[in-house]
């Protein structure tokens, strides 16, 4: 499995300096409508804000299990945090699936 890392300066295969040599999804306008997603902050007391701010700091990328999906790698607070990302080319969004704390 390949993971994208923002802010390496290696050469790596698989591996991408910066954000902006990531996908063009990366920069596509943020979907948070999805009533998962909205269950999610509630239950895991973030804010649209704070996810706009996680994925704006993000570090790494990868894809994740279920194919068309990215987990981006980032943190809120002092922890560690995973965010699933679906890429929707037709709309050209980046809909957020869901978001969560690695404990």
């Not at 560690?80 to 969560?100: F, I, M, N, S």
Request: proline letters at 5%; a negative charge.
């Amino acid at each position: 499995m390949k993971t994208l890392l923002a802010d390496s300066s290696e050469e790596v295969t698989g591996v991408v300096a910066s954000q902006q040599n990531w996908p063009q999804w990366w920069n596509w306008e943020l979907d948070c409508s999805n009533p998962h997603l909205a269950k999610r902050m509630i239950d895991r007391s973030f804010s649209e804000t704070d996810l706009r701010d996680m994925l704006e700091h993000a570090h790494a990328f990868r894809p994740d299990i279920a194919s068309g999906r990215f987990i981006v790698q980032t943190a809120h607070g002092s922890r560690a945090w995973e965010v699933v990302v679906e890429p929707d080319g037709a709309a050209q969004l980046l809909v957020v699936v869901t978001a969560y704390p690695l404990d």
